[in-house]
T-cell receptor
Framework: DAKTTQPPSMDCAEGRAANLPCNHS???????VYWYRQIHSQGPQYIIH???NNETNEMASLIITEDRKSSTLILPHATLRDTAVYYC??????????????FGQGTILTVHP | DGGITQSPKYLFRKEGQNVTLSCEQN?????MYWYRQDPGQGLRLIYY???????QKGDIAEGYSVSREKKESFPLTVTSAQKNPTAFYLC????????????FGPGTRLTVT
C-alpha cells in the first residue's frame, strides 16, 4: 500500500473551513484514498473515501488532484468538536485485501473559538 | 440507529484471569476486526473475520482468542497468556469489498493489575 505524508499539526478558527492536505505520490491506479479521525480517548471515525472524483458527504468533502498524488479533506465549517487527529491512508477497496488499518502520524487539527 | 457497540467501556481484572470483551454490530457487515491501541501509539490488528465461522490472526494474535458464531457478534477473549493486556481495545466492521471503510465501536479500556 502507498505511503502518505501529512503535516503534523494545523489550526483553524471555529466556523471557518479546515483544509487538511495529504500527499500520496506512490498511489497505484486502483487504490482509494481514505480519511479517518480520532478524537482523544475515542475510537477512530471513518470520514470519507474516494478514487479519483471529488466526494462529499455530510461530514466533509474530499478533493483529489487529477494526477491522484495528493488530496485535501475539507471540513466546511469547523467546530470545536472537530479537534482531533486526522489520518489519510490509501488502500484497495476489496479483492483479497482484508483492510488492516495502519495509521501514520496524522495531522493534529486544533479548532479555536 | 446502526452501529457497533462494545461493552463494557472500562474493565478491571487481576493478572491470571481470562476476560472476554463484547462486540456487536447491526450494520449487516460481513467483516469484523479487533485492534489494540496503546497510549500514543497506532492501531495494531489482533484478529479479523471476513465471514461467519471464519477468522484469521492479525499481527499480534498471541494471547488472544476470538469466535464468530453470528454475523453480528465478534467477542475477543484476552487470556492469561497475553503478557501486556492493559490497553484500549477497539472493534470495527466493514462492508464487503470495502475493507478499508471501517466503522469503530467506542472501545473498551482494559486494565490488568
Amino acid at each position: 500500500d502507498a505511503k502518505t505524508t501529512q503535516p503534523p499539526s494545523m489550526d483553524c478558527a471555529e466556523g471557518r473551513a479546515a483544509n487538511l492536505p495529504c500527499n500520496h505520490s506512490t498511489i497505484s491506479g486502483n487504490e482509494y484514498v481514505y480519511w479517518y479521525r480520532q478524537i482523544h480517548s475515542q475510537g477512530p471515525q471513518y470520514i470519507i473515501h474516494g478514487l479519483k472524483n471529488n466526494e462529499t458527504n455530510e461530514m466533509a468533502s474530499l478533493i483529489i488532484t487529477e494526477d491522484r498524488k495528493s488530496s485535501t479533506l475539507i471540513l466546511p465549517h469547523a467546530t470545536l468538536r472537530d479537534t482531533a487527529v486526522y489520518y489519510c491512508i490509501v488502500g484497495h477497496a476489496g479483492g483479497t485485501s482484508y483492510g488492516k488499518l495502519t495509521f501514520g502520524q496524522g495531522t493534529i487539527l486544533t479548532v479555536h473559538p | 440507529d446502526g452501529g457497533i457497540t462494545q461493552s463494557p467501556k472500562y474493565l478491571f481484572r487481576k493478572e491470571g484471569q481470562n476476560v472476554t470483551l463484547s462486540c456487536e454490530q447491526n450494520l449487516n457487515h460481513d467483516a469484523m476486526y479487533w485492534y489494540r491501541q496503546d497510549p500514543g501509539q497506532g492501531l495494531r490488528l489482533i484478529y479479523y473475520s471476513q465471514i461467519v465461522n471464519d477468522f484469521q490472526k492479525g499481527d499480534i494474535a498471541e494471547g488472544y482468542s476470538v469466535s464468530r458464531e453470528k454475523k453480528e457478534s465478534f467477542p475477543l477473549t484476552v487470556t492469561s497468556a497475553q503478557k501486556n493486556p492493559t490497553a484500549f481495545y477497539l472493534c470495527a466492521s466493514s462492508p464487503d469489498r470495502s475493507y478499508y471503510e471501517q466503522y469503530f465501536g467506542p472501545g473498551t479500556r482494559l486494565t490488568v493489575t
